[in-house]
């Protein structure tokens, strides 16, 4: 028996298309099997709520195992797992090649498919992550949508929480006027023909999180890239579809993966690398897409072809190296390690990167934030949210740097709120959280 935990994971493609998929004897079987294996490893009891509401319920049972546990009980199990899949890159020892071959999110994923093809689709959250209407939408009257979802304001976010559902403390991103993709359009940027990474080209895959709610994060990655040579065109079709992956809906996730593989494959034809400013996307185009479409040859380049912001420049770094002028952060990061970073299985590039800055002082918390996307807004979810991501909360406002950064800004931003709560002497006053682009941006001198 090769040990999983001793191999680099496997990951299978999804049968989504296979009518077993979601037939509920066999998805129910398949459950059980998996639990069990997890009851008696329990191995993930602090990783996040699924697990201790798992084992919560197989102890409160009447034979104190899982024969006894109503199997209708398990979607609670379900609900609380936001795919951050951490306990399969990291914590799990049975993932394949182990001949147990337990893969714990996409077999959540598959149960919220199988529960979507039922007809169970919460509408509140349906409407929530469907980022690129809102984004647009929202950018016609940007400062009335801002502060109408201000944690700050005590007339609109108790409507917000009994209408949507989300919770009225729950801190929410910003939209603006401009997105990044019209503002680079406006503002060319050349590249630096003296750069030893000159001749270089990428295509930035916006995501629908910098275009809409932050376009510093992009303006902050174009810098940096035009400053080391790099030319750059910012390209967004759509979103990536990560929001829908979280609820199930499989289908819309294929159809957004064939449209967006499409369209950056053109880029792909001119010599441009591709570059995701989030995580959450770019392991969306790297892995994801992939598993959902294993014979798309397009699907397929785009995922060798994408790299993350960090992981780019730090490739740039170890090939060509980088243009002069980097100057200290005072004061240091405290660099929050976003799951979906982790997940892409390249090492901790942001770390990499900012530890070239001159200098450098990067303090790393590996724990989850305890967001999970859409997840941790809702009213039934930011508790335990804050509770989960208390770890990493605490872990930050120890380090007791001058920055705060995360590279997944909804997690940089839940860990602030997180920190609000810390019942510690000396709590950081942090204004903003950053993304580690950012800040290497900002030791350049080219902003923020």
Same mark, same amino acid.
């Given at each position: 028996?090769s040990?999983?935990?001793?191999?680099?994971?496997?990951?299978h493609?999804?049968?989504?298309?296979?009518?077993?998929?979601?037939?509920?004897?066999?998805?129910n079987a398949?459950? =059980?099997?998996?639990?069990?294996?997890?009851?008696?490893?329990?191995?993930?009891?602090?990783?996040?709520?699924?697990?201790?509401?798992?084992?919560?319920?197989?102890?409160?049972?009447?034979?104190g195992?899982?024969?006894?546990?109503?199997?209708?009980?398990?979607?609670?199990?379900?609900?609380?797992?936001?795919? $951050?899949?951490?306990?399969?890159?990291?914590?799990?020892?049975?993932?394949?090649?182990?001949?147990?071959?337990?893969?714990?999110?996409?077999?959540?994923?598959?149960?919220r498919?199988?529960?979507r093809?039922?007809?169970?689709?919460?509408?509140?959250?349906?409407?929530l +992550?469907?980022?690129?209407?809102?984004?647009?939408?929202?950018?016609?009257?940007?400062?009335? $949508?801002?502060?109408?979802?201000?944690?700050?304001?005590?007339?609109?976010?108790?409507?917000?929480?009994?209408?949507?559902?989300?919770?009225?403390?729950?801190?929410?991103?910003?939209?603006?006027?401009? +997105?990044?993709?019209?503002?680079?359009?406006?503002?060319?940027?050349?590249?630096?023909? =003296?750069?030893?990474?000159?001749?270089?080209?990428?295509?930035?895959y916006?995501?629908?999180?910098?275009?809409?709610?932050?376009p510093?994060?992009g303006?902050?990655?174009?810098?940096?890239?035009?400053?080391?040579?790099?030319?750059?065109?910012?390209?967004?079709?759509?979103?990536?579809g990560?929001?829908?992956?979280?609820q199930?809906?499989?289908?819309?996730?294929?159809?957004?993966?064939?449209?967006?593989?499409?369209?950056?494959?053109?880029?792909?034809?001119?010599?441009?690398?591709?570059?995701?400013?989030?995580?959450?996307?770019?392991?969306?185009?790297?892995?994801?897409?992939?598993?959902?479409?294993? =014979?798309?040859?397009?699907?397929?380049?785009?995922?060798?072809? +994408?790299?993350?912001?960090?992981?780019?420049?730090?490739?740039?770094?170890?090939?060509?190296?980088?243009?002069?002028?980097l100057?200290?952060?005072?004061?240091?990061?405290?660099?929050?390690?976003? $799951?979906?970073?982790?997940?892409?299985?390249?090492g901790?590039?942001?770390?990499?990167?900012l530890?070239?800055?001159?200098?450098?002082?990067?303090?790393?918390?590996?724990r $989850?934030?305890?967001?999970?996307?859409?997840w941790?807004?809702?009213?039934?979810?930011?508790?335990?949210?804050i509770?989960?991501?208390?770890?990493?909360?605490?872990?930050?406002?120890?380090?007791?740097?001058?920055?705060?950064?995360?590279?997944?800004p909804?997690?940089?931003?839940?860990?602030?709120q997180?920190?609000?709560?810390?019942?510690?002497?000396?709590?950081?006053?942090?204004d903003?959280?950053?993304?580690?682009?950012?800040?290497?941006?900002?030791?350049?001198?080219?902003?923020?």
């Amino acid at each position: 028996m090769s040990e999983g935990g001793l191999n680099a994971p496997i990951r299978h493609p999804l049968d989504w298309n296979d009518p077993d998929f979601y037939d509920w004897e066999k998805l129910n079987a398949e459950m =059980e099997r998996v639990f069990d294996v997890c009851h008696g490893c329990r191995r993930c009891f602090n990783l996040c709520d699924s697990f201790p509401r798992l084992f919560d319920l197989i102890d409160e049972s009447d034979s104190g195992e899982l024969d006894t546990v109503d199997k209708a009980d398990y979607t609670k199990v379900v609900d609380a797992c936001t795919l $951050c899949d951490m306990c399969f890159m990291v914590s799990c020892p049975y993932v394949p090649p182990h001949e147990f071959n337990i893969d714990f999110p996409h077999l959540m994923l598959r149960y919220r498919a199988a529960e979507r093809k039922r007809g169970k689709i919460d509408r509140r959250v349906d409407q929530l +992550t469907r980022t690129d209407r809102n984004g647009k939408l929202a950018a016609f009257a940007a400062p009335a $949508c801002n502060w109408a979802s201000s944690t700050a304001n005590k007339v609109t976010r108790p409507m917000m929480e009994e209408l949507a559902g989300v919770h009225r403390d729950a801190a929410l991103p910003e939209f603006h006027g401009k +997105t990044f993709a019209l503002r680079a359009l406006e503002t060319p940027l050349e590249a630096n023909a =003296e750069a030893p990474a000159r001749g270089r080209k990428a295509a930035l895959y916006a995501t629908c999180f910098v275009n809409y709610n932050n376009p510093k994060i992009g303006e902050a990655a174009r810098a940096v890239l035009a400053h080391n040579g790099v030319e750059t065109e910012v390209v967004y079709p759509s979103c990536c579809g990560m929001p829908q992956l979280e609820q199930g809906d499989i289908d819309k996730v294929a159809k957004v993966a064939r449209q967006v593989a499409g369209e950056l494959g053109r880029w792909i034809d001119q010599g441009y690398d591709i570059v995701a400013l989030t995580p959450s996307c770019a392991l969306m185009l790297k892995f994801e897409w992939p598993l959902i479409l294993p =014979e798309d040859a397009a699907v397929k380049r785009l995922s060798q072809a +994408t790299f993350d912001i960090t992981e780019y420049v730090v490739d740039i770094a170890k090939k060509e190296g980088l243009s002069e002028g980097l100057s200290p952060l005072e004061g240091g990061v405290s660099l929050h390690m976003a $799951c979906h970073a982790r997940a892409q299985n390249v090492g901790a590039k942001a770390a990499e990167m900012l530890r070239m800055v001159p200098g450098s002082d990067v303090k790393v918390v590996e724990r $989850c934030s305890g967001h999970g996307g859409s997840w941790g807004v809702m009213k039934e979810n930011f508790e335990t949210a804050i509770k989960v991501g208390r770890p990493a909360a605490r872990l930050s406002a120890q380090a007791g740097k001058t920055y705060i950064a995360s590279e997944c800004p909804l997690a940089g931003q839940h860990i602030l709120q997180g920190i609000e709560r810390l019942k510690m002497d000396n709590k950081p006053q942090v204004d903003r959280s950053y993304h580690p682009i950012e800040l290497f941006a900002k030791a350049y001198g080219l902003g923020g």
